[in-house]
């Protein structure tokens, strides 16, 4: 069992930054596939980002070019978030995943607000 925290979360206004961190409880982050997800009030839980155990990247086109997934070698994968424009309030959700293997943390809140 894999037990997942996210932190880093927050209100910021809009063009703002921030950088969210997940925690897992053991030296996965390179051999999982390593996702940051997102769910808005009354909104499906959305992809952001993803990055492979090879280091592949993938972004949602709505945060191409503004948001930047990375991991240590150990325990720790980032989110760094610049230019925020979405407004409102969505819950960031830290995701490893590797065959059968799905493991969620309990996610960050990030508040965007002018």
């Known amino acids: 069992q894999v037990q997942l925290v996210e932190s880093g979360g927050g209100m910021v206004h809009p063009g703002e930054s921030l950088r969210l961190t997940c925690t897992a409880s053991r030296s996965i982050v390179l051999g999982y596939f390593m996702n940051w997800y997102r769910q808005g009030p009354g909104k499906d839980r959305e992809m952001v980002a993803s990055i492979g155990p090879g280091g592949h990247l993938t972004y949602a086109d709505s945060v191409k070019g503004r948001f930047t997934i990375s991991r240590d070698k150990a325990r720790n994968l980032y989110l760094q978030m610049d230019s925020l424009k979405r407004e409102g309030t969505d819950v960031y959700y830290c995701?490893?995943?590797?065959?059968?293997?799905?493991?969620w943390g309990q996610g960050t809140q990030v508040t965007v607000s002018s």
């Open positions: 995701n490893a995943t590797y065959g059968p293997k799905n493991y």
